[in-house]
């Protein structure tokens, strides 16, 4: 609600009405939003908009190139080696490091 103020009435000084002090606050009802559901836009631009990035992403999908299976055997065995390399390097390191507590606790 807005507050509008105004200025004491010229005519009750002159009549000899002693006017309030101060001024006068009269509430003003403010402009109604509109609710939350108003700004949610329509079902059917959500489905245009689900067809139109489903299409496009099958056009993407058209255009890559697959490897073969000989490539996907050769990298997939490269990642193989390498985590299996990783994670004895990373057991070794906290084996060791586990023992170095061990002894400075004990």
């Not at 067809?51 to 996907?72: C, D, G, H, M, S």
């Amino acid at each position: 609600m807005k507050k509008i103020k105004t200025k004491p009435k010229a005519n009750q000084k002159e009549n000899g009405i002693d006017a309030p002090r101060g001024q006068v606050v009269k509430l003003k009802a403010g402009k109604a939003r509109p609710g939350w559901f108003s700004k949610v836009p329509p079902v059917k631009q959500y489905w245009a908009q689900s067809k139109n990035f489903v299409l496009e992403a099958i056009q993407e999908l058209k255009k890559t190139t697959w490897p073969n299976r000989k490539e996907t055997l050769g990298t997939t065995g490269v990642v193989l080696v390498l985590v299996f390399f990783i994670a004895g390097y990373l057991g070794l390191v906290d084996f060791v490091l586990s023992h170095f507590v061990r002894f400075f606790v004990h």
